[in-house]
């Protein structure tokens, strides 16, 4: 695995946690979750003129194809060149298979602007140098096609790790930006009802441009200079952040947009950044915050009171917990993560209760006996986890379902809330 990634603010940010972080020596343990392949999947919903060739194995192919089984009925904008036995055997030369595949491709799909050579771990370990691969085909296909790569493999990367490893491949080919008005970029994949409700209200707020990062087309990337702002949406996307601070860009620490109180702390953290008054920001933000609120308080009923355990997953855990520690009145018995950022985490962390303890990475078998000797309420866990878990009498919600659902903003903070009110009450209905 690769190594924790290096704080984007300074370390004192750390300063504003009271509680302990767990996160070596004997504690530090595997991470039973899906590799940054699994990316492709929302990513390549968003970026509709961009395909994904993962450059792997059948074992790829088929994580891909059953992660994303709803997609069999379209035409998929990923797909995998296969390598075979005479590749791996080097009787075939891999960068001449490859360049065969990508031309075909590119002949029957026309219309992508962008193609992405992802790298797994069969690519890795024959040393498949696919960033000479993109550089040696963006030769023959710009401007046409711009091609990148970056990694995806379960060596490299975990599960959220792989959208941080595509963005950050996308900031070197953002243009400088010309304007010298304020420049906010929203960094991190959004659905487009969530993207569209965000833009509106900050808009609204006025004073300053907006831009979200991927955009919908991978053609138009949004320009970027000193007077670039960004804010994150998603806490994974450590790399891309340092990448965006090496253009020029500055980044406005805020929580995550996940519940009513951190989309609030988000739409705040941005007014401050672009000087806007305090007063103007809760004018323009106060109808949506109060749905926010009420929705939240339809499933409180549920769930106050209640305990949750995260096992290490999606890198959401931490502002999730903190969701239902402030929203729900839920009791977090533990909360891991597979990295903890502190620079990206400060504002998360200074939100949580000082005694409660942060684990990063830690042993599955050792987190497990605590689990089940803790019997929380609700287990928040990756797929592998959640049967042997319910075979045991928990309930659990699969971390994967808080990736691929729409949950940021005031309109999700309600549908937020149901991800976690809906297995208890399922469980209530069959103990009934
Ligand atoms: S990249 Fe590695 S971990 Fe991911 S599906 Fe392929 S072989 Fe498995």
Redesign the pocket.
């Known amino acids: 695995m690769s190594a924790l990634p290096i704080p984007i603010v300074a370390q004192e940010a750390c300063a504003v946690k009271t509680g302990p972080i767990t996160t070596s020596g004997a504690d530090r343990g595997q991470r039973e979750v899906f590799?940054g392949?699994t990316g492709i999947i929302w990513l390549h919903r968003k970026m509709q003129d961009a395909f994904f060739l993962i450059v792997?194995?059948r074992?790829?192919a088929h994580?891909m194809q059953s992660a994303a089984g709803v997609m069999i009925f379209a035409e998929p904008r990923f797909g995998t060149a296969i390598i075979g036995e005479r590749d791996l055997a080097g009787l075939a030369d891999a960068h001449e298979e490859l360049e065969r595949v990508v031309t075909e491709l590119l002949s029957r799909r026309p219309q992508i602007r962008t193609l992405f050579l992802v790298g797994?771990?069969?690519s890795e370990v024959i040393k498949l140098d696919l960033a000479r691969a993109a550089q040696r085909l963006s030769q023959k296909y710009t401007p046409q096609v711009r091609i990148l790569n970056y990694s995806?493999?379960?060596i490299e990367t975990t599960f959220t790790q792989g959208e941080d490893a595509c963005l950050r491949s996308l900031v070197d080919h953002l243009p400088a930006r010309e304007s010298s008005k304020p420049h906010l970029m929203v960094v991190g994949t959004l659905a487009d009802v969530v993207e569209d409700q965000l833009r509106g209200l900050l808009n609204a707020l006025g004073g300053f441009e907006v831009d979200f990062f991927p955009p919908r087309r991978s053609a138009e990337l949004p320009g970027v200079s000193a007077n670039t702002q960004f804010v994150l949406v998603q806490p994974f996307l450590a790399d891309t952040a340092r990448a965006l601070q090496g253009k020029g860009a500055s980044w406005i620490p805020a929580k995550y947009p996940l519940g009513s109180e951190g989309t609030t702390d988000w739409f705040l953290a941005i007014g401050k950044a672009m000087d806007l008054d305090e007063s103007r920001v809760q004018e323009v933000i106060r109808a949506p915050r109060e749905r926010a609120v009420k929705a939240v308080a339809a499933h409180r009923a549920t769930l106050e009171g209640k305990s949750a355990f995260f096992f290490p997953d999606s890198q959401l855990e931490l502002p999730l917990a903190r969701f239902m520690h402030q929203e729900l009145g839920m009791s977090v018995t533990e909360v891991a993560t597979p990295y903890l950022h502190r620079g990206l985490m400060a504002p998360e962390l200074a939100a949580i209760p000082a005694d409660w303890t942060v684990h990063e990475a830690p042993d599955v078998d050792a987190q497990w006996d605590r689990c089940i000797e803790a019997r929380p309420d609700l287990v928040i866990c990756g797929l592998g986890l959640a049967n042997p878990l319910e075979a045991h009498g928990l309930t659990t919600k699969w971390a994967i379902e808080l990736v691929f659902t729409p949950i940021q903003g005031f309109e999700q903070a309600g549908d937020l809330a149901a991800l976690f009110s809906r297995p208890l009450r399922r469980r209530m209905k069959l103990a009934a």
Do not use: E, M, R, Y
């Open positions: 590799c392949l792997g194995s074992t790829c994580l797994s771990c069969p995806g493999s379960g």
